[in-house]
């Protein structure tokens, strides 16, 4: 491994692009200092360029290399780091004129975080340099949570595929932007809903959704309302009863239980079935497998998939996001 990661440094180092793992998603890195490295991301990824992409530090110390952190905002960004770094949790901070304007797609703020993932953590020290990486799919693709899936989405398009294994968390950081308020607890504003939940956050301060205002440039295209999207129609009711299927067509099921597959639809048959936690009915697991289930259910060759909502609280916030954007036309 330790060969990989000289051999991703000093690809990075020379401007090209390397797909590498973290613990939420498999991200596409180039160096975040040099735009040129930065436009082959979005080449790569077919990526609108108003898209920012996430600048990933090696160590809680580098954030300074890239943000800005003023008085009023440095204890909450202390006690955020401090409890959630290295993982997923990315911070939208004003940026320093250091971070090229095609990082940030002309925002004066960066997003940044630290990846758990000691691959990741490791070409990034190993560069000296932090590394500016969205997921590695194609845009509004599936995000991919293993190196097969990397291959599959961009093939031919990268020099280099670090596997790592299966991604741990399975769904993209949590991204908040703060605001110090006088004589108040902060706010965060919830960009993404991710695997830091609200709840986890509001320890720090007070916890707001963005909103998402149609017509106008994303805060997060996390936030286009149709995103991670399989090719093969998604379908979602809030009774899977609901749905009405047509004669002769091939359905597939996305679970959240193994034993909640039947009696949805009458007497049709579920093509495929695949259940998110088919262990332990847990929503951890559930996110884990979120886009691993999506993407083999999208190489069914189906119809279309039926999925059925999982309850919002903690991490189902997250799923459900993600699920309702897969769904969206
Ligand atoms: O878990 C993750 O965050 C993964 C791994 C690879 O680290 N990365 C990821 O990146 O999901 P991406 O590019 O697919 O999503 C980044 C999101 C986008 O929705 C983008 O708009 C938002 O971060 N973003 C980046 N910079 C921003 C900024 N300055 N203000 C608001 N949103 C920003
Ligand atoms: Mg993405």
Redo the contacts with the bound molecule.
């Keep these: 491994m330790k060969e990989a990661v000289r051999e991703a440094a000093a690809l990075l180092a020379r401007g090209e692009v390397v797909a590498?793992p973290?613990?939420?998603?498999?991200?596409?890195g180039a160096d975040a200092l040099n735009p040129e490295a930065a436009a082959k991301v979005f080449e790569a990824k077919e990526?609108p360029s108003f898209?920012?992409?996430?600048?990933?530090v090696a160590r809680k110390s580098d954030l300074h290399q890239v943000a800005e952190v003023d008085d009023s905002i440095r204890d909450v960004v202390e006690k955020l780091t401090s409890t959630f770094w290295p993982g997923?949790l990315?911070l939208?901070l004003p940026?320093k004129p250091e971070v090229p304007d095609l990082v940030?797609?002309g925002?004066p703020?960066?997003?940044v975080?630290l990846?758990a993932h000691p691959i990741f953590r490791a070409v990034c020290r190993e560069l000296g340099r932090p590394i500016a990486?969205?997921?590695?799919?194609r845009f509004g693709r599936i995000?991919p949570t293993s190196a097969s899936a990397v291959i599959k989405e961009l093939d031919g398009r990268i020099p280099l595929v670090i596997d790592g294994g299966a991604c741990s968390?399975g769904?993209?950081?949590t991204?908040i932007?703060i605001e110090s308020r006088e004589g108040k607890k902060p706010l965060f504003k919830l960009?993404?809903a991710?695997p830091v939940t609200k709840e986890d956050l509001q320890p720090f301060g007070r916890v707001e959704k963005a909103k998402e205002r149609p017509g106008e440039l994303?805060?997060?295209?996390?936030?286009l309302a149709s995103h991670y999207a399989p090719r093969t129609p998604l379908l979602m009711f809030d009774k899977p009863e609901d749905f009405i299927p047509e004669e002769g067509k091939r359905y597939g099921l996305l679970s959240y239980r193994e034993e909640e597959k039947d009696g949805y639809i009458g007497l049709h048959e579920w093509a495929v079935v695949e259940a998110l936690s088919p262990g332990n009915g847990k929503l951890a697991e559930a996110a884990l497998r979120l886009f691993f289930v999506m993407r083999q259910l999208d190489e069914a060759g189906l119809d279309a998939i039926v999925a059925e909502p999982v309850s919002e609280t903690g991490l189902g916030v997250a799923i459900m996001d993600r699920l309702r954007r897969a769904a969206a036309k």
Excluded: F, W
Aim: proline share 10%; no cysteine.
């Design positions: 590498l973290t613990e939420t998603v498999y991200g596409l990526r898209d920012p992409l996430i600048v990933h997923p990315t939208v940026k940030t797609s925002l703020t960066v997003a975080r990846s990486a969205p997921s590695a799919n995000s968390e769904l993209e950081s991204i932007s960009l993404r991710g994303p805060h997060a295209p996390g936030q």
